[in-house]
């Protein structure tokens, strides 16, 4: 087993390079202007040389992300639980939950703008607006559906509620919970970055509409670059944090040896 | 090889009145599921009566109630009408320490085999106050001792995918024990086993049973399994389910597999399948009247 994750690995990298080795030449034979499409290789530079200016802007972004990410899964969850409890709840919540994830969160910034003024905030609200909901709809899927024989386990020994959700409800609904994360986090950068393009002064999303207002393409194309980073990073951190957590759900196949 | 006493008593005479005290009572209690037209009834009205340290098999036709009467114990299910009363008290408000395996083990599969056994104490008094202290130490030598019982010596760290149908059977049963539960309800243990691992649990239970005499309420679908381990078998008739004979079994025990093949033994499960027949035939009879009317 390990031989082959390593192999697949090795391919996944090779693919990147390969990707931005096809772009590199794509550019050359083409000859393209770095106005429409820079090369990688400028991009690189850029985002080595620019890197001092880069870095306040990046935390910014991750800040404001990592805010809203945690908020917003931390109310997901919350309000994933209060519904998936009840098979009353859940069905009755359902339809409304649908409709607020699915309306595009781009409409909510100006309401955000409105409200708190450019800044920080609508970054971290519009964040928290996009990530709620994979969380909510996940961990309360996962609990409606636990099996009841479960939970008779537990009923059978007169548990409370509370002792039966910890003990049952939530670790089933696990899997689903880390599945909902991986989106989650993801979203959240959209949300800020969004925010950030529309009404903020410091931001990845913002320099990248600064720099294309004054077409330093290479410029926007490094802060792609910054986000689709930051984005891998995260989601490969939830992926580790999962496979700890719910390996029992992953499981392959295993021979059993008695 | 002893001989095995008559049993008499086996005559659908009502049970004599047990100097012990009454462990479960249930008096004129039914249960139908659903409302209105599409009310199914799951339990005719019955009234049963098991002394603190029975061991009490209920046997009938599938469908006839027998587990219902097992949920109502339990307290999984409410009756519809009348009263039940387990340890004294009405279900509902009971905290009386039971244990109860099902006929699928319903292990949690993110949990070893030895935390899905310690399970009950995490929950139930007066463990629960203990279990952070103990879990490590004697709550775990507790588990541990119970596998070793029940064969699966060695098996508490693995997880419940890891281990056979039987296996989980008998972490099951583990399960169900380790709170030193006064009552037992098991509701067809044994019935997705082979016949050589079902009779070794079989001895494995009664060896517990004679050891701490707990009450215990065993569905079941094996006549055998009823006779071989039942102090007394109440028959049930098909659904919706009421008590057709309710008798004592004199065997002696402890008992083995061997007996189990001895004239005595034969013409009991023999008196018990006719029971069983019976009701199969009359709800047939019962189900064609009516499609004819």
Known sequence: MPDLDYRQKAW?????????????????????????????????????????????????????????FVLGVGLGVVLGAVIGVSKTAYDTAYPLLVGFSSKPKIAVVPIFV???????????????????????VNVSTGLATTEPELEDVLRTLKAKKFDILWNVGLPRAMPYFFASLKVAVTLAFVGTVLAETVASNRGIGNMMMIASSTFNVPL??????????????????????????????????????? | MMR???????????????????????????????????????????????????????????????????????????????????????????????????????????????????????????FRSQFRKLRKTEFRDKANALLEQVGLKGFGNRYPWQLSGGMLQRANLCRALIHEPRMLLLDEPFGALDQFTREELWSILQELWIAHKPTVLLVTHDLREAAFLGSR??????????????????????????????????????????????????????LAAQGTA
């Open chain 1, 114 to 136: 409105l409200w708190f003024g450019a800044g920080t905030v609508p970054a971290i609200l519009t964040s928290i607006a996009i990530s709620i909901f994979p969380v909510v």
């Open chain 2, 4 to 126: 095995m006493q008559p049993h008499s008593e086996f005559s659908g005479l009502p049970v004599p009145a047990s100097a012990a005290p009454i462990a479960i009572e249930l008096s004129e209690a039914s249960v139908t599921f659903g409302r209105g037209a599409r009310a199914v009834p799951a339990l005719a009205t019955t009234s049963l009566r098991i002394a603190d340290g029975e061991f009490v098999a209920l046997v009938g036709p599938s469908g006839c109630g027998k587990s219902t009467i097992l949920r109502l114990v339990s307290g999984l299910v409410q009756p519809s009408t009348g009263v039940v009363i387990v340890g004294g008290r009405e279900v509902a408000a009971r905290a009386l320490r039971v244990g109860m395996a099902f006929q699928n083990p319903t292990m949690l599969p993110w949990m070893t085999i030895e935390r899905n056994i310690m399970l009950p104490l995490k929950i139930v008094e007066p």
């Open chain 1, 220 to 258: 926007v194309f490094a802060g792609l670059f910054v986000l689709a980073t930051l984005g891998i990073c995260l989601y490969v951190g939830f992926s580790l944090t999962e496979k700890h957590f719910t390996g029992w759900a992953h499981r392959k196949s295993e021979i059993v040896t008695v």
């Open chain 2, 233 to 286: 078998i109440c028959v049930m008739s098909a659904r919706p389910g009421r008590i057709l004979d309710d008798s004592r079994v004199t065997f002696a025990r402890p008992r083995t597999v061997a007996m189990t093949f001895e004239p005595d033994f034969v013409a009991l499960n023999q008196k018990l399948r006719a029971f069983i027949e019976d009701a199969r035939t009359a709800s047939r009879d019962a």
């Open chain 1, 12 to 68: 996944s990298a090779a693919l990147i390079v390969l990707f931005f080795v096809a772009w590199e030449l794509f550019c050359l034979m083409t000859g393209m202007s770095d106005l429409v499409l820079p090369r990688p290789s400028q991009v690189f530079v850029t985002l080595f040389e620019k890197f001092p200016i880069l870095w306040p802007h990046i935390l910014q972004t991750l800040a404001t992300t990592m805010i809203g």
